[in-house]
């Protein structure tokens, strides 16, 4: 079996090319970056947490686990499921990597979708 890396990295840091496709998945765009800066290849904005769920977690390390769990539930949800099995489609094709302005990326919606991305697929 062989299995692609999914990645995280702040929209702040310089692209490589090691990066494959590049997929920002926070809902509001990050401050102060151009959209040449950031070199996406993609916004999808629709994988993001609900506002609701983004403002009660704040970005507490100690609510982390309760986030990730109500994250979960609400990538069930029909249009965020949808924008989920997109990106496993993309991880499935090569490298990707999870853009997000976070400064603790550890702790963050791209965390709790590279764990539910990792893929394998069978070598060649």
């Known amino acids: 079996m062989h299995q692609h890396e999914v ?12 990066d494959g496709v590049r997929v920002l998945v926070d809902r509001l765009w990050p401050r102060g970056l151009s959209k040449d800066r950031a070199d996406l290849d993609e916004w ?5 947490p609900s506002t609701g ?16 769990r109500r994250y ?9 499921a949808a924008a989920l099995e997109h990106l496993r489609d993309l991880a499935r094709r090569g490298p990707l990597t999870l853009i ?12 709790v979708l590279a764990t539910l991305l990792q893929v ?4 060649p």
């Open 7 to 18: 990645k995280i990295r702040r929209a702040y840091e310089e692209p490589t090319r090691a």
């Open 44 to 48: 999808c904005k629709t994988i993001a």
């Open 120 to 123: 394998r697929i069978p070598s």
């Open 100 to 111: 997000t302005a976070t400064k603790h990326a550890d702790i963050s919606e791209a965390q």
């Open 72 to 80: 979960r539930g609400e990538l069930e949800e029909p249009e965020r």
């Open 53 to 68: 769920l983004r403002q009660w977690y704040d970005h507490d390390p100690a609510r982390f686990e309760e986030f990730a």
